[in-house]
């Protein structure tokens, strides 16, 4: 059982506000509590939570009286008390440790951290329900917060500010944290403001990640609607393990080496993470039940995007060398579908990856870039701000390019059928 299973089994408390109060040094060392208020549900006594890795409970109280808290591995953590299903109750966890693995960036970028308050990966509880919430961030000196959380966006900061996230009245629990020293832009791209952060050794500016994602930004916006996202700060992290884009419009690029104006890998880095504003943000996909999907979607758009920009030669080439040779890698180990496949199937970045754009493209070859767009257009129409299932996608489609598409969803997304072997079947 994975430590998402294990999560998910313990759906216990029903968070109606929480409080949680975070205290950063410079050296990482952060310290913090955070204090719920929730009603137990489906009667069960144990509750179980994430923190960030590196990051240790120091003690639980439940009602004003101490539980003991168990560590269950991977960041998460459980405790057992006394609690009756429906009553309400107070929790409060105390923790303390460091933020580092893929938290904590050194060598010549020092001070680079991330903290994810994300649906089950924060340091409080990792249930993800709508919940009034505060979180309070005290920083060392000069620091640059950006954060993805709807109220506060990114501002230089005095020394040991305190900063103050409340979700007030439309509560969102999931946002991210990126405290740092770089180098910034600001830019306007339409009606989304973005801004980029950059570390001042990068092989590249800011300027040009914010031209990149304001290019991406402007054809999706033209190809299917404007997103429903006012702001997007795009945080180039040193030595991150992966691009990720966070509720509230903030993109992580760990992994953009080169300068996305120029270099194809780190354009299709940005132009994924921004579709995601999109496709996975602004239309949600369970994690559980659509991952394979949404990123399908994704590395579609980031490819043809790409390949409008760079060429129709080069897009043939990065085809037949990387997508469709990593993309049989995928089909060889997973043994599972598009659909079906989660963050713990082999292969699974292949097969979202590589596979994923590969199948949209065959869609995209069969009916045509229009109707993929008429049919995206009608996918944000009507899920923009909702969740969207598997399903939905598949009959979107069916409604745009006929029943000649659904053969393409029952073999290569929902089924396992092998992608056809020439580039000419994709278009190229
Ligand atoms: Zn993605």
Redo the contacts with the bound molecule.
């Keep these: 059982m994975g430590w998402m299973d294990a999560l998910s089994a313990y759906e216990g408390l029903r968070v109606a506000r929480g409080v949680y109060t975070l205290q950063l040094d410079g050296a990482g060392n952060v310290q913090g509590t955070a204090r719920v208020e929730g009603r137990v549900v489906a009667g069960r006594s144990a509750v179980a939570f994430a923190l960030s890795p590196g990051v240790t409970v120091t003690d639980v109280q439940v009602d004003g009286l101490g539980v003991a808290p168990q560590g269950m591995g991977e960041g998460l953590w459980s405790f057992a008390a006394p609690l009756s299903p429906g009553a309400p109750h107070r929790v409060q966890v105390n923790y303390a440790g460091r933020l580092e693995r893929a938290f904590m960036r050194d060598g010549t970028d020092r001070g680079w951290y991330e903290m994810q308050f994300m649906t089950r990966w924060r340091p409080v509880f990792g249930l993800d329900y709508p919940a009034a919430s505060r979180t309070t961030l005290t920083l060392p000196a000069t620091f640059t917060a950006a954060s993805s959380f709807a109220l506060v966006h990114e501002d230089r900061i005095g020394p040991a500010v305190r900063y103050v996230w409340d979700t007030g009245e439309t509560p969102h629990s999931d946002f991210s944290v990126v405290v740092g020293e770089g180098l910034r832009a600001d830019g306007q791209a339409g009606p989304v403001s973005i801004r980029a952060l950059c570390p001042q050794a990068a092989p590249y500016s800011p300027q040009s990640v914010l031209a990149a994602a304001g290019g991406a930004l402007h054809a999706y916006a033209a190809a299917w609607g404007p997103c429903t996202y006012l702001r997007l700060t795009l945080a180039c992290l040193p030595h991150s393990a992966c691009g990720n884009?966070a509720r509230e419009g903030l993109a992580l690029f760990g992994q953009l080496r080169a300068d996305p104006t120029t270099d194809p890998d780190a354009f299709r880095l940005v132009a994924?993470?921004v579709s995601?504003l999109w496709w996975?943000l602004g239309v949600h996909f369970d994690e559980g039940r659509g991952l394979g999907y949404v990123?399908a979607l994704?590395n579609y758009c980031s490819e043809r995007l790409a390949r409008s920009r760079f060429g129709l030669e080069a897009f043939g080439r990065h085809l037949s060398a990387v997508l469709l040779p990593q993309a049989k890698i995928a089909e060889a180990a997973a043994g599972v579908s598009l659909r079906d496949c989660h963050y713990d199937t082999p292969e699974s970045g292949r097969l979202r990856w590589a596979k994923g754009a590969c199948a949209m493209l065959l869609l995209e070859a069969r009916i045509g870039c229009a109707a993929v767009d008429e049919a995206l257009s009608k996918l944000k129409r009507e899920f923009m701000g909702r969740r969207a299932e598997p399903a939905d996608v598949r009959r979107t489609f069916v409604e745009v390019g006929g029943e000649g598409v659904i053969r393409c969803f029952e073999d290569y997304f929902d089924g396992t059928v092998p992608l056809p072997q020439g580039t000419e079947a994709y278009g190229a």
Excluded: Q, R, W, Y
């Design positions: 884009c994924h993470e995601h996975g990123e994704a």
